[in-house]
């Protein structure tokens, strides 16, 4: 079993950034992806970035070239480093791991979730 703690939300102008964290601990061996969903209110989950045990990171197109998915694995930890953030950014952020990959349809193992919100 694998737990993910998030921190780092929290209430930002437009056009600022938020960094969050998230720590995995437990059968972190058997992770070979991470990443960062959102939810909206009233709206379904987003996939928002992903990294793999290799390196390899992806965006949603929303995101792209404004947030960077990052980890350290010294750390057991992902980053998500988001600039320039817009009031369409306002979510609560999910950290996410799995033992394959992290896709849109879920993944194995959830953290609990950090509120950001971006006024304008």
């Known amino acids: 079993q694998v737990q993910l703690v998030e921190s780092g939300g929290g209430l930002v102008q437009a056009g600022g950034s938020l960094r969050l964290s998230c720590v995995a601990s437990?059968?972190?061996?058997?992770?070979?992806?991470m990443g960062w969903y959102r939810q909206a209110l009233g709206k379904p989950r987003e996939l928002v970035a992903t990294?793999?045990?290799?390196?390899?990171?992806n965006y949603a197109d929303s995101v792209r070239r404004r947030f960077t998915i990052a980890i350290d694995t010294t750390k057991n930890t992902v980053y998500l480093q988001m600039n320039n953030l817009k009031p369409e950014d306002t979510a609560v952020y999910y950290c996410a791991a799995d033992r394959i990959g992290v896709t849109p349809e879920g993944s194995d193992y959830w953290g609990q979730g950090t509120q950001v919100t971006v006024s304008s």
């Open positions: 990294i793999t045990s290799r390196g390899t990171t």
């Open positions: 437990g059968g972190t061996r058997s992770v070979n992806a």
